[in-house]
């Protein structure tokens, strides 16, 4: 494989694009390949159109029926156990890099790249995501699950750029998507009603239950447990005179759990499905920062190994509202030193 021929994940958006346009000033023969996540997508002409300026070639991938079956089933899934899960640290290593990497064999490169604000270093003998150089944009969290294979050979060249550089070089290069904006939401769900996506992606309405509290009284009726996640306030249409929040989901009951703002605050969290990165299992206990949600400032904890197969978070400060089913990364220092799910 060539070591100076890369595939870039092309979305049609700046960053990608310019990701390109930073290999191919470094020497690279960057090619680039456009992910077809839906069957019923009709292409965007933006990946082409920066393919064609930057005068590379470009493959457009269906993993239309992968991404279905993996990602959206999972989705659905989880949502149908009272879980609330995290579809893009899934994506990335099961969809979006096993798909470079096939293209990236096929075409005789040896390596991939994306567009995302983070970077790649080696450290206690294993390939780890690090920070990016700016706070603004760093995209570490969601890269938490890339594996060794996936991480060796994966390029990130935006990961000591501003989002403000990026743009400035795409204009200066004469890229149409200099100033498109930035994807927001899961890409299977844009408008944000994920109750509604749920619906239509399994057939069935999410059935109604009942609101309780700690001690099980019943409070009132809810739409179906679909539609609530730990530390919701709106939408909850409950006359308590106070505002309230959903503090847990009982699947065995259909019934969403009541109660204070204080019932959301937790000092310890199990997780499962560890995916080592910085480190190993054998450096645990270990005190780390953990990040539980993407817009998390994160927190000071120990990751230890526990007798049942779990790994358990024992934090340094109360963090509230930790969700079963998010994805929880665990920081040493910049870098990631593992990913795990919520339990």
Known sequence: MDKKKVVVGLSGGVDSSVAALLLQKEGYEVIGVTMKQFKEETFTSDAAACARVLGIKHVIEDV??????????????????????????????????????????????????????????????????KNASTATKDQTYALCNLTQEQLSRTLMPLGKYEKSEVRKMAE??????????????????????????????????????????????????????????????????????????????????????????????????????????????????????????YAHKGEECVLSRGDDGLFYAELKAPVRAITPGQTAVFYDGEYVFAGSVIV
């Open 64 to 129: 239309s029926d992968k991404f279905k079956a993996t990602v959206m089933e999972y989705f659905a899934n989880e949502y149908a156990n009272g879980r609330t899960p995290n579809p893009c640290t899934l994506c990335n290593p099961a969809i979006k890099w096993d798909m470079l990497t096939s293209v990236a064999d096929r075409e005789g490169a040896f390596y991939v790249a994306t567009g995302h604000y983070a970077n790649i270093d080696m450290v206690n003998g294993r390939f780890s995501v």
């Open 172 to 293: 200066d290069a004469g890229i149409p998507v200099a100033h498109k904006a930035d994807s927001q939401d899961i890409c299977f769900i844009p408008d944000g009603d994920y109750a509604g996506f749920l619906k239509k992606f399994t057939g069935k309405d999410s059935k109604p239950g009942d609101f309780i509290d700690a001690t099980g009284k019943v409070l009132g009726k809810h739409q179906g447990i679909v539609h609530y996640t730990i530390g919701q306030r709106k939408g909850l249409n409950l006359a308590m005179g106070h505002p309230v929040f959903v503090t847990g989901i009982d699947v065995k009951r259909n019934a969403v759990v009541i109660g204070e703002n204080d019932d959301l605050f937790t000092t310890s969290f199990a997780v499962k499905d560890v995916n080592f990165m910085a480190g190993e299992e054998s450096m645990l206990p270990k005190t780390l920062m953990c990040k539980i949600r």
